[in-house]
């Protein structure tokens, strides 16, 4: 299996079972999203609290300098918010590298934040939006951009989009728990959604 070689030496150690089962085509996509939210739980700790410090502040920012209506942003300086982001970030600790990086996925996703609501955009929710956006950034950081990077079957794309279905709403509930809390310490993973068992199922398929 040489295309998977070659991309596995661009993966995390982690993620290396997730692709092989992507690219076997084996198991059911529900199933490997089960399991990669672990894995993906692992990815969003490693990056500390850090960026979620950036986040909340950002949302606060966002609350009190952007209404809720389209209409009444018409007169919002947009590049001043976007350099109170920068400024916000150069007064955010981190401790190495590796949260750093988590520093600059919390810019992007606080960033493209602010792009969608100065395009009409609404949120319920500042601080769980831009934790989400956050989330998905380190997704396709860890995951997705290491495989998309590398010569890959047109197939493995097409599972990649439809995986990434199976995870939003384990992504979502990982989102919900950070702003709880305002850290990753206590995400849980959210239990396995269960499936409805039709008349004609193969029962030993489904458990």
């Not at 490997?32 to 502040?57: E, H, M, S, W």
């Not at 209404?67 to 007064?91: F, V």
């Not at 919390?106 to 493209?112: L, P, T, W």
Request: charged letters at 30%; glycine letters at 4%.
């Amino acid at each position: 299996m040489p295309d998977a070689d070659k991309i596995h030496s661009k993966l995390a150690y982690r993620h290396q079972k997730t692709y092989s089962e992507l690219y076997e085509g084996v198991m059911e996509l529900d199933e490997i999203a089960n399991n990669q939210l672990r894995t993906f739980k692992k990815d969003v700790q490693g990056y500390g609290d850090a960026p979620v410090i950036l986040i909340c502040q950002v949302a606060a920012l966002v609350i009190d300098s952007i209404p809720n209506e389209p209409l009444l942003r018409l007169s919002i300086d947009w590049k001043k918010l976007n350099t109170q982001i920068d400024e916000l970030a150069r007064n955010v600790s981190f401790q190495n590298e590796t949260y750093k990086r988590g520093i600059n996925l919390a810019i992007n996703a606080c960033k493209q934040h602010l792009l969608a609501l100065k395009q009409g955009e609404r949120s319920e929710n500042h601080k769980i939006t831009i934790i989400s956006r956050y989330l998905w950034k380190v997704y396709e950081a860890e995951f997705e951009s290491p495989i998309l990077s590398t010569d890959h079957p047109e197939f493995i794309q097409m599972r990649l989009e439809a995986l990434r279905q199976h995870m939003k709403p384990g992504v979502a509930k990982y989102a919900e728990q950070i702003a709880r809390t305002d850290s990753t310490c206590r995400m849980r993973k959210p239990p396995r959604r269960k499936k409805c068992i039709g008349l004609y199922d193969d029962l030993l398929r489904v458990q």
